[in-house]
């Protein structure tokens, strides 16, 4: 059984936790009396890639700043590596927050702080020495590739620059998890396979557990069939011959239509799925 | 603007008293644990402090002006002129010093505040802080308490200070009065009292400046249509709240000194 490893709340002992990172629990939410999600149950266990699909307004960023705290459901259950962070209290969130990574829709950079110190900003938190804290953001800038750019501040940069840097902000700390929400969103096409192929590089160098949000199919199944090829740098198809016939195993497919799961399951049964809606959804 | 029941317009606004004493309680609170945010601290005492003395120097310097103009025409018809300083001294220091500063760095401020913070929240810049394991009350919020009410307070002193010049200014080269003159009787006017009062004052303003423009900068929404709306109504909100808790404090204060 995989396990998942972090501190717990009081920040002493080490948890090994047996079972899967994130666990939803007939999660519901409504803003204004509106269902944004209703009864939402589904677990990523670690080293998973959880590809979140769905219509636009159907609660995807919702369900990224539920696995974060961010938001609080109504009902149900929410557990990060084993821990129930709908009734924690928020410093314990707040300890539980340093093993997540999240990449947001507009990347959410500081815009009073340079490309250096928003990429540092969890590590000053953090109270780590400014050498070791230049070494390492020297060392997301060139995972993304941006290292020309430390210097300067977020409005100098374009979108997908920026949301480059945000990634590099999200993995600077080694997270055991990464939420990405709509990484790609508003990127012409050839940014966004920048985008997805960097997102591949964490999934495949670090097997990151992570879930990713998404509108875009070609996304998605970009990231099933392919893999990161560290000697060219870039993404490949995997081989149709080898052991999952060109599948990644570890990514799996979640899509909701108006606040409810229509779809839960691995790539190959996704595109074998009968469910009308599904298959219209796909073509 | 459309139509709402009266059930839902009480609704909102004692959810948004209860949302302002949370996030107030909430921010004093932090401030007994760590971790404290010293630099931010600093940051916001020179913003909000050395960066407000030139409107509290001019608006202090010509209310004193004025102030010993106005009082020139009735203190005459009691052939007290001479009690000019006593009259701009005591205006300044219990009243007009503390109050008009509040206002002043209000506008200044708590627009500045509540903008900065919109501007965040519209952004997710907010969310971001928080999803990298930082609380935006302590970061953000209780820092902006604590050196808006420590720099109020030496605002109000400088306000105070340059209203009792303008008043010199006034009262030597246009009333002619004794330079000597006016000063003692400033000096003498004031009692223990009256520096205790003018000096509480700030304060509550400060407190009520820092809280109300961040908590109307993070209940931002809307863009940038909603962070304008936030803005003003942060300036209209704390200045009202500086008058009326002015007014409770001078109660409370002549219940304490008697006068």
């Avoid at chain 1, 924690?88 to 507009?106: A, D, N």
């Avoid at chain 1, 501040?153 to 945000?166: A, C, D, H, N, T």
């Avoid at chain 1, 192929?197 to 949000?213: A, I």
């Avoid at chain 2, 420590?150 to 246009?174: E, K, Y």
Wanted: hydrophobic share 45%; charged share 15%; glycine share 10%.
């Amino acid at each position: 059984m995989p396990t998942a490893t972090v501190t717990d709340q009081s920040g002493d002992a080490i948890t090994s936790h047996p079972g899967p990172v994130v666990a939803f629990e007939d999660v519901s939410i409504a803003f204004d009396e509106k269902v944004v999600l209703k009864n939402i149950s589904f677990s990523v266990e670690r080293g998973q890639t959880q590809i979140i699909l769905g219509p636009a307004g159907t609660g995807k960023s919702v369900l990224l700043k539920l696995a974060n705290g961010l938001l609080c459901p109504d009902s149900g259950s929410i557990r990060i590596f084993g821990q129930e962070i709908t009734t924690m209290p928020e410093r314990g969130v707040y300890k539980l927050r340093s093993h997540i990574g999240m990449v947001f829709q507009e990347s959410a950079l500081f815009d009073s702080l340079s490309v250096e110190d928003n990429v540092a900003y969890r590590l000053h938190e953090e109270r780590v020495p400014e050498d070791e804290v230049h070494k390492r953001v020297v060392e997301a800038l060139k995972f993304v590739e941006l290292e020309a750019a430390i210097a300067k501040l977020p409005s100098e940069l374009s979108g997908g620059m920026r949301r480059r840097v945000s990634i590099a902000r999200a993995i600077i700390s080694n997270p055991d998890l990464i939420l990405y929400d709509s990484p790609t969103a508003g990127l012409d096409p050839i940014t966004s396979s920048t985008i997805i192929e960097l997102v591949m590089k964490q999934r495949d160098v670090s097997h990151t557990t992570s879930l990713l949000v998404t509108h875009r199919l070609q996304d998605a199944f970009a990231l099933a069939t392919h893999h990161y090829d560290a000697a060219t740098g870039g993404m490949k198809p995997l081989p149709k011959d080898g052991p999952n016939h060109g599948i990644d195993d570890s990514t799996k497919f979640l899509i909701l239509n108006e606040g409810s799961i229509v779809f839960h399951g691995t790539t190959e049964e996704l595109v074998h799925s009968t469910d009308p809606w599904v298959k219209e959804y796909l073509q | 603007m459309p139509f709402r029941s009266p059930e839902a317009y009480l609704k909102e606004k004692i959810q948004a008293v209860q949302d302002y004493s949370v996030l107030s309680g909430t921010a004093i609170a932090s401030l007994f644990s760590s971790p404290r945010y010293w630099a931010d601290i600093y940051i916001q005492m020179d913003s909000i402090g050395v960066g407000s003395m030139p409107i509290i120097i001019l608006t202090g310097f010509f209310t004193g002006c004025v102030l010993a103009l106005q009082s020139e025409t009735a203190l005459q018809s009691f052939g007290a002129v001479s009690m000019t300083g006593t009259l701009v001294s005591l205006s300044m220091v219990k009243e007009l010093g503390p109050v008009l500063t509040g206002l002043m760095v209000s506008g200044r401020n708590a627009s500045g505040i509540a903008s900065e913070l919109g501007s965040m929240k519209v952004t997710e810049q907010i969310d971001a802080m928080r999803a990298l394991g930082t609380d935006p009350i302590r970061k953000l919020v209780a820092p902006r308490i604590v050196a808006t009410v420590i720099m109020l307070f030496f605002l109000t002193i400088i306000a105070d200070a340059f209203g009792i010049a303008g008043g010199a200014m006034v009262s030597i080269t246009v009333l002619g009065l004794n330079a000597t003159s006016y000063l003692h009787t400033s000096y003498r006017g004031l009692v223990h009292g009256d520096i205790v009062q003018g000096l509480t004052k700030p304060l509550f303003s400060g407190f009520i400046i820092a809280t109300v423009g961040c908590y109307f900068g993070l209940k931002t929404t809307g863009g940038t249509q909603g962070v304008g709306r936030a803005t003003t109504q942060a300036v209209v909100v704390s200045s009202v709240f500086i008058i009326i808790v002015d007014l409770l404090v001078t109660r409370a204060m002549i219940g304490i000194f008697g006068s």
